[in-house]
């Protein structure tokens, strides 16, 4: 059965503090990994794709990376302004375009 | 500017009652989908349409019914026969390239929130 397993559920840092939130996922194919940020009572707001192992997208603070069966989100020296949820998602082979969601990483970052 | 609009942004829903969320793009995407947020539970897949006049049932498509006459319109009801409608309704869209290959990201609305009084 495909499934993503987001980690941590919550995540708390300091101003400047640098950290990574973890999606692993188990897909028969994969055709692509998407990452989102959700503020509260908003829609999903899109981040990155990524396609292949070894991949990297860049956006400012923050920096997406996928291997065989994971993906890391890094956040660098991040921002009050960075808090929200980061939701993982994946395409799986023949699923035409649909997404499998993880249950997203609540991320709180104090000034 | 071009996204996605959904409406209303809250909606309340009598016992017995069928209600209907709109859903509209304007971003010539083929590809529209529809998926339900409970706390503490990703995102699940109610139904989802790649071209007009067709859609297909997701993962907890009972209790729900959709319609695509058009492209740039896929609106939700939410029957009588849904028992637990409370939640956070979210509408989505993105570009079909075919089986073999994938769906490009998928650009969301900002959402329904539908309560049961």
């Known amino acids: 059965e495909d499934q993503v397993t987001q980690s941590p559920e919550a995540l708390r840092l300091q101003e400047g503090e640098s950290s990574s939130l973890n999606c692993s996922y188990t897909v028969s194919g994969l055709r692509g990994l998407f990452w989102y940020r959700q503020d509260p009572g908003k829609g999903p707001e899109f981040l990155f794709t990524?396609?292949?192992a070894g991949e990297e997208k860049e956006k400012e603070r923050l920096k997406a990376t996928l291997t065989k069966k994971e993906s890391f989100l890094h956040i660098t020296a991040p921002k009050p302004e960075d808090s929200a949820t980061y939701l993982c998602a994946v395409q799986a082979e023949g699923s035409q375009g649909n997404l499998i969601f993880g249950k997203g990483t609540k991320l709180s970052v104090k000034p | 500017d071009g996204g996605i609009t959904q409406s209303p942004k809250y909606l309340f829903r009598k016992e017995g009652q069928n209600v209907t969320l709109s859903c509209e793009q304007n971003l010539n995407h083929d590809a529209m989908y529809w998926y339900r947020q409970d706390p503490g539970q990703g995102l699940r897949l109610i139904y989802y349409s790649q071209i007009v006049n067709d859609f297909q049932k997701g993962d907890i498509a009972e209790g729900y019914s959709v319609s695509r006459e058009k492209k740039e319109s896929f609106p939700l009801t939410v029957t009588s026969a849904q028992k637990n409608p409370t939640a956070f309704y979210l509408c989505?869209?993105?570009?079909?390239?075919?089986?073999?290959?994938?769906?490009?990201?998928?650009?969301f609305g900002q959402g329904t929130r539908l309560t049961v009084v």
């Open positions: 989505a869209s993105s570009i079909r390239r075919g089986r073999d290959v994938g769906n490009t990201e998928a650009f």
């Open positions: 990524l396609y292949s």
